[in-house]
C-alpha cells in the first residue's frame, strides 16, 4: 500500500520560543524542533523537505562516521606544528644562513617550498577535509558514500605530503610557488583530490536525504572543480626522468599559467572551502542563523566568476602583455565586493550573540579569522593598482600579506573549527579552556609582531630600490645595503614565529589531553530521515513581483521576481546542474584570458638572436631550479627607471621562449639576475659558490659549497636536451646524438678560465661549471649580431635569408664566448 507523504507544521508561540511539530500522518512519527529568537536558517535547521507525489517514502537509518574525521582533524594538528616549525627555521636560515653548516637539505631555498606546501596542503589542506567530512555529513543527512574512499583519501593525501617533505629538501622541483612538486606526485594529487575525495564528496550529495544543499556545499563543490582544472592545466609537462618534467608552457605563457594557478589555488584552496568552513560552523558556535541567504548567493556566484581572472595581476610590469595585466587588476579590484560581503556576513551572523565572543575563545578565533578575512581581501586588490605594485612588487610587503591571510585568516579559522569539533569528536570536555584562551592571545600576539615588522622592511624596500639623488644616480646601488637594513625587522619576525608556533604546541598538547580523557568506546548514535523521492513537486508559491500594479516596465517587473532568487533555490537540489554551472563559470572566465595569450603571437614578440641553451647550460639551469634560486632571486627586470639604472636593459618577451620554467620570480632577497651574463667572471662565480661573503660582504645568501665537491654527470644531460628539442628548441644533430661530449667541450673551456683566473684545476668534473655556465649565459642574447649563414649552394645568399636566420645554431666555440662574456654585446636586437 502507497500513502502520500503528508506533513503539517505547526508552530506553538511560547513567549520568546516556539515549538514546530512536524506530523507525519501516514507513519505517525513525531519530530519536535525547539529555537530561541528568530527563525534559523543556518546548517541542520533545515525543515524536512516537501517530497510529494505517488512514490512510497521511506525512512532510513543511518549513522555518521566521525571517524574519518578525528583522522583528519588529528593530521591537521601535527601537520600545523611542522609547518609552522619548519617556517621558525627558514625565518632563522635568513638572518643565520650558515647555521646548517652548509648542509644543502637545509639551506632556505629548499626549505621555503617545503613550509608553504606544509603549511598549505598539510596544516590548511587537512583541516579543509575534516571540515567537509564531518559539515558534509550533517548537512546531506547521510553517511559519506564510501567509507573505503574516505580512508584512500586519508591515507592517499598522507602520502603526498611525506612524499613532498622528502623531494623538496632534495632539490627535486619545478620550481613553481605553490606546484613544485614533480610530475608523479602531481599525478598522485589528481586522483587522490579528483577521483577518490571529489567523487566521494559528489556521491555523497546525489545520496543526500536533505534535499536542498545548504551554502557551505556550494562553496565545497566550487572548491572541488577548480582545484582540479587548476592542477591538471598547470601541470602539464613532458618528463625528462622520474624525477623531472619540463612544462609544455614556455616563457611568457608559462608565467601566465602558473600565476592562473598560483593566485586561483588561494583563492578556491585558501578561501572558498574556509568561507564554506565559515558558514557552517560559524552559525552552530555562535547558535544564530547566518544573516544574509541572498547575500550568500551573490557572494558566491560573483566569487566564483571573478577570481578566475585575476591572477595576472601578479606579473604587473613584466613581459606579460599589458593587456591581460590591465584585465587582472581590473577584476582584482571587482573582488572587494564579494569578498567583504563574505566578512560582512561572517561577522553579522554574530548580531545578538557579540556577548558570546567575550566569553567564549571558540567565537574569538573566528572572529578575528573573519577579519583577517577581511584585511587580506582589502590588501590584496590594493596591492594589484599597478601603481602600488610597482612599489610593493619584489618586496617583503608581499610576504607579510600572505602571511596576515594565511596565519590569520587560515590558522584562526582551523583553530575556532578544532576546539569546536574536539569535544564533540572525542565525546569529552576541552582538557583545558585555560590553555584555549592563552592559545588565542598567543596566536594573536604572535601574528602582529609578525606581520608588523615585516610590512616595515617591505616599506624600507621599495623606497631605498627606488631612491635617486638630484642628480638622478641610485642613493644605494649596492643591492647588499637594503638587504642589511631589514636585517633587525627580520628578527623580530622571529619572535613573532616563536609565539605562533608555542600556540601550536598548546593546541597540540591541548587536544592530546582532551583525546586522553576519552570514553572507553565513542557513541555512534542512529539517525532517521526519509529517502529523497526520484519525482519532486514544489509547492512554493509562484514569485510575484513587488512592484506589479506599479507603472514601470514589464522588464522591471521580471527583474524584481527573478531577485528574489527563486531561481536558484532550485538550483540548490540539483547537484549536478550545481557543479556544471560553477565548472562552465570557471572554464568561461578562464578562457577569455587563456586563448588571446597563446593564439596572438604579438603577445610574443620572437627575438632572432635569442637561441636555446646550450647542453651545458641547460643543465646549469637545472640546478638552478633544483636549488630554489627562484626563492631569493628575480629573473625580470621591469621597465622602471630605477631598475633599469641598477640591472640594465629592461626584459623582453622574446627572451624567455626557452625558459621551462620560467624564473621570473616573487620576491628580491638577493639582486635580479636577468643580466647576469658577462657582469662577472667565472672565477668570480666559483667564489661566490663556496663563500659569499668573500665577494659580496653582508651577503645574505649560503654558501654552496657541494656544487664544487658534487660530480658533474654528463651521460645526465641528454633526457634535458631531446625533451627541450621536442618542446621546440633546435639542436643540432651534434647536440642531440653527443650530447655529453658537447656539454663537455664547453666545460673544459670555462673550467680553462678558471684557472686562468687562479681558480682550483678539473673545475669542469664539478656541478658548479655548468651552473656557471647558465649564469653567464643569462641575458645576453638579447644583445648578440645574428650571424649570416654560410652558403652551401651556389645560390644567392639573401634568398634563404629569413630561412636561415632561424635555423642558424651557434656553434660550441661561440658559446664559450659567451659565456665568458667575450662575445659581441650590441644594444640592438631583432624582432620578427
Given at each position: 500500500?502507497?500513502?502520500?507523504?503528508?506533513?503539517?507544521?505547526?508552530?506553538?508561540?511560547?513567549?520568546?520560543?516556539?515549538?514546530?511539530?512536524?506530523?507525519?500522518?501516514?507513519?505517525?512519527?513525531?519530530?519536535?524542533?525547539?529555537?530561541?529568537?528568530?527563525?534559523?536558517?543556518?546548517?541542520?535547521?533545515?525543515?524536512?523537505?516537501?517530497?510529494?507525489?505517488?512514490?512510497?517514502?521511506?525512512?532510513?537509518?543511518?549513522?555518521?562516521?566521525?571517524?574519518?574525521?578525528?583522522?583528519?582533524?588529528?593530521?591537521?594538528?601535527?601537520?600545523?606544528?611542522?609547518?609552522?616549525?619548519?617556517?621558525?627555521?627558514?625565518?632563522?636560515?635568513?638572518?643565520?644562513?650558515?647555521?646548517?653548516?652548509?648542509?644543502?637539505?637545509?639551506?632556505?631555498?629548499?626549505?621555503?617550498?617545503?613550509?608553504?606546501?606544509?603549511?598549505?596542503?598539510?596544516?590548511?589542506?587537512?583541516?579543509?577535509?575534516?571540515?567537509?567530512?564531518?559539515?558534509?555529513?550533517?548537512?546531506?543527512?547521510?553517511?559519506?558514500?564510501?567509507?573505503?574512499?574516505?580512508?584512500?583519501?586519508?591515507?592517499?593525501?598522507?602520502?603526498?605530503?611525506?612524499?613532498?617533505?622528502?623531494?623538496?629538501?632534495?632539490?627535486?622541483?619545478?620550481?613553481?610557488?605553490?606546484?613544485?612538486?614533480?610530475?608523479?606526485?602531481?599525478?598522485?594529487?589528481?586522483?587522490?583530490?579528483?577521483?577518490?575525495?571529489?567523487?566521494?564528496?559528489?556521491?555523497?550529495?546525489?545520496?543526500?536525504?536533505?534535499?536542498?544543499?545548504?551554502?557551505?556545499?556550494?562553496?565545497?563543490?566550487?572548491?572541488?572543480?577548480?582545484?582540479?582544472?587548476?592542477?591538471?592545466?598547470?601541470?602539464?609537462?613532458?618528463?625528462?626522468?622520474?624525477?623531472?618534467?619540463?612544462?609544455?608552457?614556455?616563457?611568457?605563457?608559462?608565467?601566465?599559467?602558473?600565476?592562473?594557478?598560483?593566485?586561483?589555488?588561494?583563492?578556491?584552496?585558501?578561501?572558498?572551502?574556509?568561507?564554506?568552513?565559515?558558514?557552517?560552523?560559524?552559525?552552530?558556535?555562535?547558535?544564530?542563523?547566518?544573516?544574509?541567504?541572498?547575500?550568500?548567493?551573490?557572494?558566491?556566484?560573483?566569487?566564483?566568476?571573478?577570481?578566475?581572472?585575476?591572477?595576472?595581476?601578479?606579473?604587473?610590469?613584466?613581459?606579460?602583455?599589458?593587456?591581460?595585466?590591465?584585465?587582472?587588476?581590473?577584476?582584482?579590484?571587482?573582488?572587494?565586493?564579494?569578498?567583504?560581503?563574505?566578512?560582512?556576513?561572517?561577522?553579522?551572523?554574530?548580531?545578538?550573540?557579540?556577548?558570546?565572543?567575550?566569553?567564549?575563545?571558540?567565537?574569538?578565533?573566528?572572529?578575528?579569522?573573519?577579519?583577517?578575512?577581511?584585511?587580506?581581501?582589502?590588501?590584496?586588490?590594493?596591492?594589484?593598482?599597478?601603481?602600488?605594485?610597482?612599489?610593493?612588487?619584489?618586496?617583503?610587503?608581499?610576504?607579510?600579506?600572505?602571511?596576515?591571510?594565511?596565519?590569520?585568516?587560515?590558522?584562526?579559522?582551523?583553530?575556532?573549527?578544532?576546539?569546536?569539533?574536539?569535544?564533540?569528536?572525542?565525546?569529552?570536555?576541552?582538557?583545558?579552556?585555560?590553555?584555549?584562551?592563552?592559545?588565542?592571545?598567543?596566536?594573536?600576539?604572535?601574528?602582529l609582531l609578525y606581520i608588523i615588522p615585516i610590512y616595515a622592511a617591505g616599506l624600507m624596500q621599495g623606497w631605498m630600490w627606488r631612491a635617486m639623488d638630484d642628480t638622478g644616480h641610485l642613493m644605494y646601488p649596492d643591492f647588499i645595503e637594503t638587504t642589511q637594513s631589514i636585517v633587525p625587522l627580520w628578527w623580530l619576525r622571529v619572535v613573532g614565529g616563536v609565539l605562533y608556533v608555542s600556540g601550536m604546541l598548546m593546541l597540540g598538547i591541548n587536544s592530546m589531553m582532551t583525546w586522553m580523557g576519552r570514553p572507553a568506546e565513542y557513541e555512534n548514535p542512529v539517525h532517521t530521515a526519509p529517502r529523497l523521492t526520484k519525482t519532486y513537486i514544489d509547492h512554493t508559491p509562484t514569485p510575484t513581483s513587488a512592484i506589479d500594479g506599479a507603472p514601470v516596465l514589464e522588464l522591471g517587473k521580471k527583474v524584481s521576481v527573478w531577485s528574489q532568487m527563486g531561481w536558484h533555490r532550485r538550483w540548490e537540489r540539483l547537484p549536478v546542474r550545481f557543479t556544471v554551472f560553477t565548472t562552465i563559470a570557471v572554464v568561461v572566465a578562464t578562457l577569455f584570458e587563456v586563448i588571446p595569450t597563446f593564439l596572438i603571437r604579438s603577445n610574443v614578440p620572437t627575438i632572432a638572436t635569442v637561441k636555446p641553451y646550450t647542453p651545458l647550460e641547460l643543465a646549469g639551469r637545472h640546478i638552478f631550479v633544483s636549488e630554489g634560486c627562484y626563492n631569493c632571486h628575480s629573473q625580470m627586470i621591469r621597465p622602471i627607471v630605477s631598475e633599469t639604472k641598477r640591472y640594465g636593459e629592461y626584459s623582453k618577451p622574446g627572451e624567455f621562449i626557452y625558459d621551462r620554467p620560467f624564473q621570473w620570480g616573487s620576491r628580491r632577497i638577493g639582486p635580479d639576475l636577468a643580466r647576469e651574463g658577462g657582469k662577472q667572471s667565472s672565477f668570480w662565480h666559483w667564489t661566490h659558490f663556496e663563500n659569499p661573503e668573500n665577494v659580496s660582504p653582508g651577503s645574505v645568501m649560503p654558501a654552496y659549497g657541494h656544487l664544487l665537491t658534487e660530480e658533474m654527470n654528463y651521460d645526465a644531460i641528454a633526457p634535458h636536451v631531446k625533451v627541450a628539442a621536442y618542446l621546440g628548441a633546435e639542436y643540432t644533430d651534434e647536440e642531440l646524438n653527443n650530447t655529453a661530449e658537447v656539454a663537455y667541450k664547453q666545460a673544459e673551456y670555462i673550467a680553462a678560465d678558471i684557472v686562468a683566473q687562479g681558480g682550483p684545476a678539473k673545475a669542469y668534473e664539478k656541478q658548479a661549471v655548468a651552473l656557471i655556465a647558465y649564469l653567464q649565459r643569462v641575458g645576453v642574447d638579447l644583445f648578440a649580431t645574428e650571424e649570416p649563414a654560410a652558403e652551401e649552394s651556389a645560390e644567392p645568399a639573401d634568398a634563404d635569408s629569413e630561412s636561415s636566420e632561424e635555423t642558424a645554431e651557434p656553434a660550441v666555440e661561440e658559446a664559450a664566448q659567451a659565456v665568458t662574456g667575450d662575445g659581441p654585446n650590441q644594444d640592438t636586437f631583432v624582432v620578427n
Open positions: 500500500m502507497t500513502f502520500t507523504d503528508h506533513r503539517c507544521p505547526w508552530r506553538l508561540p511560547l513567549g520568546r520560543c516556539r515549538i514546530r511539530v512536524w506530523m507525519l500522518f501516514n507513519y505517525g512519527n513525531l519530530r519536535i524542533e525547539m529555537a530561541t529568537g528568530t527563525p534559523t536558517n543556518g546548517p541542520d535547521d533545515a525543515a524536512l523537505s516537501s517530497d510529494s507525489g505517488t512514490e512510497e517514502v521511506r525512512l532510513e537509518q543511518f549513522q555518521y562516521d566521525d571517524g574519518i574525521v578525528r583522522l583528519f582533524a588529528t593530521a591537521t594538528i601535527v601537520w600545523g606544528i611542522v609547518a609552522t616549525l619548519v617556517g621558525l627555521i627558514v625565518a632563522v636560515l635568513l638572518v643565520l644562513p650558515s647555521i646548517t653548516g652548509g648542509l644543502p637539505w637545509f639551506s632556505f631555498a629548499r626549505l621555503r617550498p617545503l613550509h608553504t606546501n606544509a603549511a598549505i596542503f598539510a596544516f590548511a589542506g587537512n583541516g579543509i577535509f575534516a571540515a567537509v567530512y564531518y559539515s558534509t555529513q550533517r548537512l546531506c543527512k547521510a553517511r559519506m558514500w564510501s567509507d573505503v574512499l574516505s580512508r584512500l583519501h586519508f591515507w592517499g593525501w598522507q602520502l603526498i605530503i611525506v612524499l613532498a617533505a622528502v623531494t623538496l629538501p632534495l632539490g627535486i622541483t619545478q620550481s613553481r610557488e605553490y606546484a613544485e612538486l614533480e610530475w608523479p606526485i602531481d599525478l598522485l594529487i589528481a586522483v587522490v583530490w579528483l577521483f577518490i575525495f571529489g567523487g566521494n564528496f559528489l556521491m555523497t550529495l546525489i545520496k543526500r536525504r536533505e534535499r536542498h544543499m545548504y551554502v557551505a556545499l556550494w562553496f565545497y563543490i566550487a572548491t572541488i572543480v577548480t582545484v582540479a582544472l587548476l592542477h591538471v592545466f598547470n601541470n602539464l609537462v613532458i618528463p625528462a626522468g622520474w624525477f623531472k618534467g619540463y612544462s609544455v608552457y614556455a616563457g611568457v605563457q608559462d608565467a601566465f599559467m602558473q600565476w592562473w594557478y598560483g593566485h586561483n589555488a588561494v583563492a578556491f584552496f585558501l578561501t572558498t572551502p574556509f568561507l564554506g568552513l565559515m558558514y557552517y560552523f560559524l552559525p552552530k558556535a555562535a547558535e544564530r542563523p547566518v544573516f544574509s541567504y541572498k547575500l550568500s548567493i551573490i557572494h558566491f556566484w560573483s566569487l566564483v566568476f571573478i577570481y578566475i581572472w585575476a591572477g595576472p595581476h601578479h606579473l604587473h610590469y613584466t613581459a606579460l602583455p599589458e593587456w591581460a595585466s590591465t584585465l587582472g587588476m581590473l577584476f582584482s579590484l571587482m573582488l572587494w565586493m564579494p569578498s567583504w560581503g563574505g566578512m560582512i556576513n561572517g561577522l553579522l551572523t554574530l548580531r545578538g550573540a557579540w556577548h558570546k565572543v567575550a566569553a567564549d575563545p571558540v567565537l574569538k578565533f573566528f572572529v578575528v579569522g573573519v577579519t583577517f578575512y577581511g584585511m587580506s581581501t582589502f590588501e590584496g586588490p590594493m596591492l594589484s593598482i599597478k601603481s602600488i605594485n610597482a612599489f610593493t612588487h619584489y618586496t617583503d610587503w608581499t610576504i607579510a600579506h600572505v602571511h596576515a591571510g594565511a596565519l590569520g585568516w587560515n590558522g584562526f579559522m582551523v583553530f575556532g573549527m578544532l576546539y569546536w569539533l574536539l569535544p564533540r569528536l572525542f565525546q569529552t570536555k576541552m582538557w583545558s579552556d585555560k590553555l584555549v584562551s592563552l592559545h588565542f592571545w598567543t596566536g594573536t600576539i604572535g601574528i
